[in-house]
């Protein structure tokens, strides 16, 4: 097994590698138009409290189109069903564009934007998920969510850095009309793939509790859909306790709502230190998943999210540390560079867990359940940082930037800790018969 990033699923399937290009030029500019609206938001406000509701506004969509779009996933065929979500994606990028162009001064709009593009994202992203198990080897997954995961973060780099500097050089106009272009990417790749409707339901699993029986069972999209998907994860502890492991990480330890600030007030340097900020924990994730190769003969990949989660949680507490020490007992430049380091730990520390959370929801979770499945995840993996940049950013208000963070920190690390005394089966699951 090689130590460097494993390349084998872009060198063997071209349809994956075509989705794989798309998606990784799409979400750069994803990134770039997430820094520039906290930006513009706080352009208009002076107000991190302001920069936190942007989290809300996508939280409510995400929540809702996640559970639902789940469904849609698992009823209808997952390339139409993700073209038409990019394609909302796409316009809402052309909206941005042109409120910068006209002007617009309402951070109402910008709110309603947010709201928009969440709501399409919330469907794209199960649908592209489930596609991955579709055409790919389950061998290959664990490489492939590494990819993804790398590529996740060189959009975390480039983005914002670009964002950073494009709203410097040429204002928000010019930021978001870069994003609306090369959106266009995901378009293309989704649009080269064959048609991939659900596979029919096969037999049941092991057992008869009600997450066996609903594993037989197909719906047509609605409620009942949505409801037996937590049916399935309500008695699947091993399924469950990745999504609740990393709800504890985003919603206590958010740092993203406290950039803004930290560039406009406490380390100094606008929004090329809000990009860097942002640059360095996908620097640490790239790193990395630079040196994943050996991350598929994990077998006890549970302990590993644990494990990595915990080191989440140090980081963003160094980080807030950063941002007290300021300043004081160290210089502004000094403490940015612990800061930026803290952040990079925070980013590799995330992708590891990110890949092996994906790896056991792909790998425990019948075909027919993995567009409800991948929602949920959706909703926690997103909506999570957005109900973590909001309760950040009224904390912020309270007690200040940094003791924020270090508070957050210490918190995700003491929950991981007991969620670890809570759950021991959760420690031992084998990578080589994964069950749900």
Not at 89 to 111: D, H, I, K, P, R
Not at 145 to 170: E, R
Not at 335 to 343: D, F, H, I, N, T
């Amino acid at each position: 097994m090689p130590l460097l990033l494993d390349l084998e699923p872009l060198r063997s399937n071209p349809d994956y590698r075509r989705l794989y290009a798309g998606f990784t030029l799409s979400n750069i500019g994803s990134q770039l138009a997430v820094v520039a609206i906290g930006l513009q938001v706080y352009d208009l406000t002076r107000s991190t409290a302001s920069v936190g509701i942007v989290g809300l506004c996508a939280l409510v969509p995400l929540v809702v189109m996640g559970l639902y779009g789940g469904t849609l996933v698992d009823h209808f065929d997952r390339r139409v069903v993700g073209l038409v979500a990019q394609a909302v994606a796409f316009a809402v990028s052309v909206l941005c564009a042109l409120q910068a162009w006209l002007g617009n001064t309402e951070v109402w709009v910008l709110y309603a934007l947010v709201a928009a593009w969440n709501a399409a994202f919330a469907v794209s992203s199960p649908a592209r998920t489930s596609i991955y198990p579709r055409i790919l080897r389950r061998e290959q997954l664990p490489a492939a969510n590494a990819l993804s995961v790398f590529a996740m973060n060189a959009s975390m780099t480039v983005g914002p850095l670009l964002a950073g500097l494009l709203v410097d050089w040429g204002g928000f106009k010019t930021a978001y009309t870069v994003d609306a272009v090369i959106t266009t990417a995901a378009l293309w790749g989704l649009a080269r793939l064959p048609s991939l409707p659900t596979e029919p339901v096969d037999g049941a699993l092991d057992g008869d509790d009600a997450g066996s029986r609903v594993a037989t069972r197909r719906r047509a999209p609605g409620i009942r859909s949505v409801l037996d998907g937590f049916a399935f994860l309500a008695t699947r502890p091993n399924v469950r306790m990745t999504f609740v492991a990393d709800i504890a990480a985003m919603v206590l330890a958010q740092p993203r709502v406290l950039f803004p600030a930290a560039g406009a007030v406490i380390f100094g340097g606008g929004a090329t230190t809000v990009g860097a900020l942002s640059a360095a924990a996908a620097v640490g994730g790239i790193g990395a998943m630079f040196f994943s190769g050996r991350l598929g003969t994990v077998i006890h990949q549970g302990r590993a999210i644990m494990i990595s989660i915990v080191g989440w949680g140090a980081a963003i507490a160094g980080f807030g540390a950063a941002m007290l020490a300021a300043g004081g007992v160290l210089t502004r430049g000094q403490a940015l560079w612990v800061g930026l380091a803290a952040m990079a730990v925070a980013g590799a520390s995330d992708s590891v867990s990110a890949v092996f959370r994906t790896t056991i929801l792909q790998s425990a979770t019948p075909d027919h359940l993995r567009g409800r499945l991948q929602g949920v995840f959706i909703v926690v993996v997103a909506g999570g940082p957005r109900l973590g940049e909001l309760l950040g950013g009224f904390v912020a208000e309270g007690v200040g930037e940094g003791w924020t963070a270090v508070a957050g920190g210490l918190a995700c690390v003491a929950a991981i800790l007991v969620l670890a005394r809570a759950q021991p089966g959760f420690l031992r699951y084998d990578a080589r018969t994964p069950t749900p």
